[in-house]
């Protein structure tokens, strides 16, 4: 069984968006792929086990904040959850970019 996870809006990093604007790009995830969508402000990785009517099931395979910090667990879901991740939610990984503040 999966979890219902209320997703994070994907924003300007959405993949429909993308795809509708470049859809020679395009194809449909499949048992085995890797997508993403954003909870709580982290990047989830999910590794697809079955895709159906635009929505990808499958295992958490990482949790990783928007500077590279990986978690087992966060909020309702950890690593290993079968989770349900709708097309219209997938969003590609956010990245913080902004240097590390070593106390100079």
Same mark, same amino acid.
């Not at 069984?1 to 809006?9: L, R, T, Y």
């Not at 982290?42 to 590279?68: H, L, M, P, Q």
């Not at 690593?79 to 070593?102: K, Y």
């Given at each position: 069984? +999966?979890?219902?996870?209320?997703?994070?809006?994907p %924003?300007?990093?959405?993949?429909? $968006?993308?795809?509708? &604007? +470049?859809?020679?790009?395009?194809? @449909?995830? +499949? !048992?085995?792929?890797?997508?993403?969508?954003?909870? &709580?402000? $982290?990047?989830?990785?999910?590794?697809?086990?079955?895709?159906?009517?635009?929505?990808? #099931?499958? @295992?958490?395979? $990482?949790?990783?904040?928007? !500077? %590279?910090k990986?978690?087992?667990?966060?909020?309702? #879901?950890?690593?290993?959850?079968?989770? !349900?991740?709708?097309?219209? @939610?997938? $969003?590609?990984?956010?990245?913080?970019?902004?240097?590390?503040?070593?106390?100079?």
């Open positions: 069984m +999966h979890q219902h996870i209320e997703w994070d809006a %924003g300007a990093q959405s993949v429909t $968006a993308y795809y509708a &604007q +470049h859809p020679e790009n395009y194809s @449909e995830p +499949h !048992r085995g792929s890797i997508v993403s969508g954003h909870y &709580q402000g $982290a990047n989830v990785r999910v590794k697809v086990e079955a895709y159906k009517d635009s929505v990808s #099931i499958g @295992e958490v395979a $990482a949790i990783i904040d928007t !500077r %590279g990986r978690f087992k667990q966060l909020g309702k #879901i950890s690593l290993g959850d079968m989770v !349900r991740l709708p097309d219209d @939610e997938r $969003a590609f990984e956010m990245m913080d970019n902004t240097p590390f503040d070593d106390g100079d």
